[in-house]
C-alpha cells in the first residue's frame, strides 16, 4: 500500500541564557576544565531560570518551529514531548505546552519518556499518523530541564548536563513514502540496563520521602563507563540497521546529528561508520547533554545554518535512559 510522506515543514529551538562555564563547576566540586573538556568535550551548558520549567522551554522552540513552517497552533492534529524532566509527574508536559499555545482541545498530546533516544522516538511515532493519512500536522517539542534533577554533589554527572527544548513540526509531503521525509526508523529496548540511568526516588517505587531528597535519590543516578561501552557498540550498529532499512549506504548520509552526550561517544561512532567528521553535528561544547532535546537543537542548529539542501540525506541517531537505542534517516525535503 503506498503512503504519503512525513516531511519535516520547521524547526526552532530555545537555549537559555544563563552560561554554566567548567570554571564555574570547578568551584562547585572537585573537578577543572582540563578533566571536563579531555573526558567529555563540553566546556559549558545552558542553565534555565528558576521559574522557568521544561514546558516553558519547549513552548518558545514550538512557537519557533511553528512559525517557520508557517502553520498556527490552530493547524496541529498531535502534540508529543519527548522528555524526562516533564513539569510534574503529571500532567504531561506536551498538556501544558497545548494550553500555553492555545492548541486546539480536539488534538492528542502526551509525553515520551524515552530518555535521550526520545526525539527519534517522537518523530517515529509522528510519522504513523502522517503517513496513514489520519493526521496533517504534529508538533515534536523536546524539552528539558535536566539542571532541576542534576546532584550539584556529584562530580561525575553534574557536568554532563545542561537545559534546552527542540522541535519540529512534522507533515505530509508530495509523493510517495521512501522518496522524501521519513525514510526509515529503528527504535530498540533493553531495559535490562535501566539501573544503568535513572532517577530512583518520586515514583511509585520508592516516592519521595526526606531521607530520599537528603541522600539526592531524587536526582539522576548513572554508571556512566558502563552505558559509554553500551553507546559506543550501540550506535553504529542502530545507525547501520536504520541505513540500510532506508535503502542507504553510509556514503549516502550528508548530514549525521547524534545525541550530543560526549564528544567522544560521537567521534567513536563516526569513526566506526566511515563517516568523515565534517559531516557530524557537535554542539555538546556549548550545551552538554540536553537529552531528549540534543538532537532536537543540532538539528535547528544545521538547519539555521543553511546547511540543509533539499535531498541530503540526514541520520539522526541516539541512546538514552531504558536503555533505548532510536536512528532515524530523513531526506529533507
Ligand atoms: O545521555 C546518556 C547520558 N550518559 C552518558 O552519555 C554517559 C556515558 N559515559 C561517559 O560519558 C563517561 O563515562 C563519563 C564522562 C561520565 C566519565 O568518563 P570516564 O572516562 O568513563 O571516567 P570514569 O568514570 O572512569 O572516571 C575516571 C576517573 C575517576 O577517578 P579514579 O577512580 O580513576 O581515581 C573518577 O573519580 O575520573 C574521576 N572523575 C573526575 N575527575 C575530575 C570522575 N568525574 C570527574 C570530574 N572531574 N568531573
Redesign the pocket.
Known sequence: MSCRPAIITGVGSYLPDRILTNED?SEI????DE??VS??GISERRIAAEDQASSDLGLIAAQRALDDAGLQPSDLDMILTPTVTSDQVFPSTACMIQDKLGAPNTIAAFDLVS??TGFVMGLSVAAQFIESGSMNNILVVSAEKLTSVTDWTD??????FGDGAGAAVMSAGEGERGETGLLAYALETYGEHGRL?RIPAGGSRQPITPELVASHDHCIR?E??E??KL?VRGIPEIAKTVISKAGLTSEDIDWVIM?Q??L??IEAAAKRLHIPEDRVIINVDKYG?T?AA?MAIALDEVYSEGKLKSGDNLLLV????GFTLGGAVIRWA
Request: hydrophobic share 40%; with cysteine.
Open positions: 563547576l566540586v572537585d573537578t577543572n578533566w571536563i573526558h567529555t530518555g535521550c562530580r561525575s554527572t553534574c557536568i554532563l540511568l548513572m556512566g563507563p552505558l559509554f553507546a545525541h552526550a560526549n567522544r561517544i547533554n537529552s540534543s541516539g541512546f538514552g535512559a
